[in-house]
């Protein structure tokens, strides 16, 4: 699984943002029972200069006694000292300075793999940097309903737009639980209204809560960032480029709205960059458009077209715009 740089720098941010305020808690904490205790305050300052006693006599020789004699003593200080905050009205744990993560010692990382601490934090913010496909916030299949598609039969395949969304429904959840790098790349084509968006939504957070890479983005933001960086068009071109790179590289990416840029040499070559470098380096890709295969063809080259229709699992969305009947009840 990829990790993306800039979501793991969030989360390490994220994890040192924790132990700042643990570490401003225990401050504050210390100052409380200071104010209430001169004991502690007295036990504290001798169990520092215990330890610079410590540090001194460890660079002797013949040491060893003296070393454990320090050591009884600092258990004894330590003891009274949890008396001491007991007897000023706190719990004896009150300045405890513990671990948040005993694993790994709160830096993250456990034996330079990331500790489960950390994955935690990284999920919380790979959810967040999809917060633009999470825009109502229920993008869960279980909130998915067919009740808004048709279940009478179409004249044109037999098949009711509520059965072949039902398809639709379980090749995306299904995808969604086994999704991996033998998974497929798919192409969701249909009208708009029809959940397109919802179930790419359903997808990622699946995908995401399960620890892979996943980055959402409109097709006409992706092309705009291509030319920035191509052209230098922007005063942050390495954050451009950044950009770029986790297009490239997450495990899933999520091209929203194909079709409706403006359609330029320049966008068309940017789509064979983005369609055959995944393909070549097995990076899954779902692409939503309002256009069948047909009609993309009629705007972008063979090279592309042939590879959705050859590289990915074509998914047609069936039906009437549903947001009009869910808003209409």
């Given amino acids: 699984m990829a990790i993306d740089g800039k979501i793991l720098a969030r989360a390490r941010n994220a994890l040192q943002a924790r132990r700042r305020r643990k570490e401003e808690m225990l401050e504050n904490r210390l100052r409380e029972v200071y104010a209430k205790s001169q004991t502690v305050a007295e036990i504290d300052l001798r169990l520092r200069e215990s330890m610079t006693r410590l540090l001194g006599v460890a660079l002797g020789e013949n040491s060893g006694a003296e070393i454990e004699d320090i050591r009884q003593t600092n258990i004894i200080l330590q003891d009274n000292r949890r008396l001491e905050v007991v007897k000023a009205g706190f719990s004896k744990d ?33 959810s967040s940097s999809l917060s633009n496909l999470f825009k109502l916030g229920d993008e869960r299949f279980e909130n998915f309903s067919l009740q808004y598609y048709d279940d009478r039969p179409s004249s044109e395949t037999g098949i009711s737009p509520r ?8 090749t995306c959840k299904e995808y969604a639980k086994k999704f991996g790098k033998n998974s497929m790349n798919l192409f969701f084509n249909g009208a708009p209204g029809l959940g397109k968006t919802y179930l790419s939504a359903c997808i990622a957070r699946v995908v995401a809560e399960n620890g892979y890479s996943v980055v959402y983005d409109m097709a006409t933001v992706i092309f705009a960032k291509f030319e920035d960086a191509k052209f230098s068009r922007t005063d942050n071109l390495e954050d451009t480029r950044n950009e770029i790179k986790r297009y490239m590289e997450c495990d899933l990416l999520i091209m929203d709205d194909l079709g409706t840029e403006m359609t330029t040499v320049f966008t068309i070559s940017a789509l064979y960059e983005i369609i055959n470098t995944r393909l070549v380096t097995g990076k899954k890709t779902i692409v939503n458009s309002n256009l069948t295969i047909a009609e993309l063809q009629k705007r972008y080259s063979e090279q592309i077209t042939s590879r959705l229709e050859g590289e990915y699992q074509v998914l047609t969305f069936y039906g009437e715009d549903i947001r009009k009947k869910r808003n209409a009840l």
């Fill in 94 to 126: 009150y300045l405890d300075d513990n671990y948040m993560c005993e694993r790994c010692k709160d830096t993250g990382f456990c034996d330079d793999k990331m500790c489960g601490c950390l994955e935690e934090i990284y999920r919380q913010e790979q």
């Fill in 163 to 170: 059965k072949s969304m039902e398809i639709v429904y379980e």
